[in-house]
Each structure stands twice: as structure tokens, then as C-alpha cells.
């Protein structure tokens, strides 16, 4: 059974590095030489390593006000990162992809948000999500902007917003 629940650092911290880094590397990242992704890819390239500084380092980036996780038969299969009307990340490991997770994901962190007061969500999509965010209604806010990532710049991004109802 899939459960979303909140992230606990403890638990899922090295889990959801390495969900992050397989996940940002396979889909996000093929447009870059080796060089440049594995430089997009920041602490995370280190998300297999049990040298203690570099679990230390993911935790840190992965912590956020917002974090949800999706768990199915005790393994991490998504994550979800943001702030009250802001989305940083969302990852839903590619073996589960087109199964509704990352909606789930969304709906709770929506509901999150309405609850706070907020009345609209921000997020700047990967290009590949783009189709994902817009059948969850979400719009094109601008055109596209390039980011920098762990101090790679070059990241296309697609800036995107929904109103709460
Ligand atoms: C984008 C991502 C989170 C979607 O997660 P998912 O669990 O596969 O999405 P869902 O199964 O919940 O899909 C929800 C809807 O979006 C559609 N959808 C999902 N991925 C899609 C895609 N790549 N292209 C077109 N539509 C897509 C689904 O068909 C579904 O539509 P429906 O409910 O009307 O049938 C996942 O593909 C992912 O982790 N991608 C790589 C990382 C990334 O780019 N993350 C975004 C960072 S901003």
C-alpha cells in the first residue's frame, strides 16, 4: 500500500538522496556532458557514500519547512520539498512513474497550503515535468529561465503557478 507521510530525516535522509540523484540524473540531467551533470548533481553525486560529512551535507540539502514522502512496502518511492506556496522538488523514482505519486504528492502539499492561507503555488518545472504540472493545472507563468544549480549555471526551468481554490 502507497502511504504519503512526512519526511523524517532520520530515517529516510540517505533513501531519499539516492532516490533524488538516480532520479534528477536519469530524467533532468541528459542534456548535459558528464562533466557538467555530474557538477549539476552537487552533494548528491555522493548519495551512496557512508563517509558520514557527505550524509551530512545531503540531509542538509534535502531539508526544507515541507517535506512529504511516499513509502510503498517500506521503501522510499517519492519525495516531495517546498514552503508554504512555493514547490522546491518533487522526485517519484522512475519504476513508479505514471502511477499517481507524484499527484498524491502534490495533493497533499496543496492541502498544506490552502491550510496555511496561501492562495496559489509557485514552482519552476523541470522541462520534463512540464506536461505532469500541467495536468494537475498548472500554467506557464513566463517563459522559460535558466538557474544556476550548485553553482553550475544553465538549468532551463519552466516557472509555473496555480490558483488554490
Ligand atoms: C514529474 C514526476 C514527479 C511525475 O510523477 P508521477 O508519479 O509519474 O506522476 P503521476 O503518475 O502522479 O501523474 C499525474 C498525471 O500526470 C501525467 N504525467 C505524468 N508524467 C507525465 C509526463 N512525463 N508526460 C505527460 N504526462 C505525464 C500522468 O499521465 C497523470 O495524468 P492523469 O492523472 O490525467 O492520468 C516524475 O516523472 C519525476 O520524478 N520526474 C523526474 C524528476 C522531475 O523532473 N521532477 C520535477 C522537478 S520540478
Redesign the pocket.
Known amino acids: 500500500m502507497l502511504t504519503i507521510r512526512p519526511y523524517d530525516p532520520d530515517r529516510d535522509a540517505r533513501a531519499a538522496g539516492i532516490l533524488i540523484a538516480d ?2 540524473f ?3 540531467l541528459d542534456s548535459f556532458s558528464a562533466e557538467e551533470a555530474e557538477a549539476l548533481l552537487g552533494p548528491y553525486l555522493y548519495a551512496r557514500s557512508d563517509d558520514p560529512l557527505h550524509q551530512k551535507l545531503i540531509a542538509s540539502v534535502i531539508d526544507a519547512p515541507i517535506v512529504w514522502a511516499a513509502e510503498e512496502a517500506g521503501d522510499l518511492v ?1 519525495v516531495l520539498r517546498g514552503r508554504p506556496g512555493r ?1 522546491h ?6 519504476e ?11 495533493d497533499r502539499f496543496e492541502e498544506q497550503c490552502r491550510a496555511a492561507g496561501c492562495r496559489a503555488i509557485t ?14 493545472g498548472y500554467r506557464k507563468s513566463t517563459g522559460p529561465r535558466t538557474m544556476t544549480i550548485f553553482g553550475v549555471p544553465g538549468f532551463t ?1 519552466q516557472p509555473m503557478k496555480k490558483r488554490l481554490g
Open positions: 532520479t534528477f536519469e530524467f533532468n517519492g514547490l522538488s518533487l522526485f517519484v523514482a522512475a513508479h512513474h505514471r502511477r499517481g505519486i507524484g499527484r498524491r504528492l502534490m514552482l519552476a518545472a523541470t522541462p520534463y515535468a512540464v506536461p505532469f504540472y500541467q495536468r494537475l526551468t
